[in-house]
């Protein structure tokens, strides 16, 4: 598949010389093999005899490969060093990798579970962790990159034409690590601006589940996923364990926040502890309550 962003070219170019040339050594090793083979068999060549060196062929073995490997090496590095080179009119993006979802946050504090971008505009990603390593990859921008907690990694691109390219992570985070998958939709420049311009408020509710990772856990639908499901959730009784002890509660507008603060207090029976990350810095006040009268409705 042709890349679709302005460097792509240049990581197919390494990728294409090293297949290549190891296609043409495949095929002459393989070739000398069986003409040696053939030609010195037993019956031909009853008595094996005796070689001496020879300084010519070694010098010529050792500069060949030589040669062959430094040009890989520029190849590679000069595809790196432009993926290496953020532009400065580059316009910033903050990626989050979350167990297990992605968040893209814009300078204007506009959030999207999607990457929007323009077309023909330089993207610089500041590429976050809240939890453990990600790796945010874009097969088709020749794209990839950690995400790990406690660093800040940058990566940079410029898509050439519109379109929605997958977002995978590459790096094994978890029983859910194949959920997270998203788009980027590169659109032309006017249409971004326009969509970014648009003020969406503070995001709706059930945005929020999606944007705060919490439906990578937590079905919509009744299905059992790592967590209970959200569905009818609300008023119902649970069996939760306090401190290893088994008792009945009533899921009201208090556990759910409880549950968010500190997920493992009261843990609802059956489910693996300290997999969900407390919410406190994740979440804010305004956002919970946001949450809280989501899943009331959600029956
Ligand atoms: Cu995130 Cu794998």
């Not at 040696?36 to 060196?53: C, D, F, L, T, W």
Request: hydrophobic share 40%; with cysteine; aromatic share 10%.
């Amino acid at each position: 598949m042709n890349g679709a962003s302005s460097y792509s070219g240049l990581v197919d170019n390494a990728f294409i010389f090293i297949l290549g040339t190891s296609v043409l050594l495949l095929i002459g090793v393989t070739l000398a093999m069986i003409i040696m083979v053939v030609k010195y068999r037993r019956s031909k060549h009853p008595n094996p005899a005796q070689i001496e060196g020879s300084v010519t062929l070694e010098t010529l073995w050792t500069v060949l490969p030589t040669i062959l490997v430094l040009v890989m090496f520029y190849y590679g590095w000069a595809g790196f060093k432009v993926m290496r080179d953020i532009p400065d009119d580059a316009m910033p993006v903050t990626v989050t990798g979350q167990m297990w979802s992605w968040v893209f946050e814009y300078e204007n504090g506009k959030q999207s579970t999607e990457l929007i971008v323009p077309t023909g505009r330089n993207v610089k990603l500041n590429l976050e962790s809240v939890d453990v390593i990600h790796s945010f990859f874009v097969p088709a921008f020749r794209l990839k990159e950690d995400c790990v907690p406690g660093r800040h990694n940058k990566a940079w691109f410029k898509s050439t034409r519109d379109g929605e390219y997958n977002i995978f992570c590459a790096e094994y985070c978890g029983e859910r690590h194949s959920a997270m998958l998203s788009l980027v939709k590169s659109i032309p420049p006017r249409e971004f601006d326009e969509w970014l311009g648009v003020d969406p408020g503070p995001p709706e509710g059930a945005q929020l589940l999606t944007i705060k990772g919490c439906t990578a856990c937590h079905s919509l639908d009744g299905s059992k996923l790592i967590g209970p499901t959200f569905k009818g959730v609300f008023g119902i009784t649970e069996t939760v364990l306090t401190d290893g002890v088994a008792r009945e509660i009533v899921v009201d507008e208090e556990y759910i926040r409880k549950s968010m603060l500190e997920p493992d207090a009261d843990l609802v029976e059956g489910y693996p502890k300290g997999l969900m990350p407390p919410q406190g810095t994740l979440v804010k006040d305004e956002e919970m309550d946001a949450i809280i009268e989501v899943l009331k409705e959600l029956k």
